[in-house]
Nanobody, 125 residues
Framework: QVQLVESGGGWVQAGGARRLSCAVS????????MGWFRQVPGKEREFVAS????????YYSDSVKGRFTISRDNTKNTVYLQMNSLKPEDTAVYYC??????????????????WGQGTQVTVSR
């Protein structure tokens, strides 16, 4: 089992910045790709960003490319999502995700093996 615990959510004004963290614990003997999804009520969970085990490869959705940056510190078993130039449409519950069967990164929800509990990010106008 792998446990993912997000932190860093909260309220921010449009144009502002926020950094999310995801602490990974449990059976971390694998080398999982990690990432973030987000979801708003009534909509499907959507991909935001992911990063390979080595950190050398990253993927972003078109809606956040150029504004969000994903990174990881494997010595601390932590993944980060730096969110800049936030927009009201970024308001959502953000979920940390792990794919323990691949080290390369992901964009599809179907490959996710573990989820965090989610952290709310609210961007006001």
């Amino acid at each position: 089992q792998v446990q993912l615990v997000e932190s860093g959510g909260g309220w921010v004004q449009a144009g502002g910045a926020r950094r999310l963290s995801c602490a990974v614990s449990g059976r971390t003997c694998s080398s999982p790709a990690m990432g973030w999804f987000r979801q708003v009520p009534g909509k499907e969970r959507e991909f935001v960003a992911s990063i390979s085990w080595s950190g050398s490869t990253t993927y972003y959705s078109d809606s956040v490319k150029g504004r969000f940056t994903i990174s990881r510190d494997n010595t601390k078993n932590t993944v980060y999502l730096q969110m800049n130039s936030l927009k009201p449409e970024d308001t959502a519950v953000y979920y940390c995700a792990a794919d323990v069967h691949s080290s390369l990164g992901f964009t599809r929800l179907a490959v996710i093996d573990y989820w965090g509990q989610g952290t709310q990010v609210t961007v006001s106008r």
